[in-house]
Nanobody, 126 residues
Framework: QVQLVESGGGSVQAGGSLRLSCEVF????????MAWFRQGPGKEREFVAH????????NYPDSVNGRFTISRDDAKNTVYLQLSSLKPEDTAVYYC???????????????????WGQGTQVTVSS
């Protein structure tokens, strides 16, 4: 059974940092592209970060580029999202997702991913 379990969320002040983790069970992580999405209050779920199966390629939307960093440790079957210089508008539930290797630019699209976690809440206060 495949499970993606996020952790590391919490409440921080603007300008602070958090590191989110996504531990994956039931998949061989090195065979999968991974991504993070988020859904803020009253908003649709949106793309936050993607890392390809090799770990050599990442991409981000402009809204988080330079502030967020996605990484992976295939030995630990875990993907990370480092959040820095947080803003109140980053408040959201953050989800990790797994998709078949080789998403490329489609790594930004939710329908590229077949497995999702339950999410972890990040709250940023001003």
């Amino acid at each position: 059974q495949v499970q993606l379990v996020e952790s590391g969320g919490g409440s921080v002040q603007a300008g602070g940092s958090l590191r989110l983790s996504c531990e994956v069970f039931g998949l061989i992580l090195r065979l999968w592209d991974m991504a993070w999405f988020r859904q803020g209050p009253g908003k649709e779920r949106e793309f936050v970060a993607h890392i390809d199966w090799s770990g050599d390629a990442t991409n981000y939307p402009d809204s988080v580029n330079g502030r967020f960093t996605i990484s992976r440790d295939d030995a630990k079957n875990t993907v990370y999202l480092q959040l820095s210089s947080l803003k109140p508008e980053d408040t959201a539930v953050y989800y990790c997702a797994a998709g078949a290797a080789g998403r490329g630019e489609r790594g930004r699209e939710q329908n590229s991913y077949s497995h999702w976690g339950q999410g972890t809440q990040v709250t940023v206060s001003s």
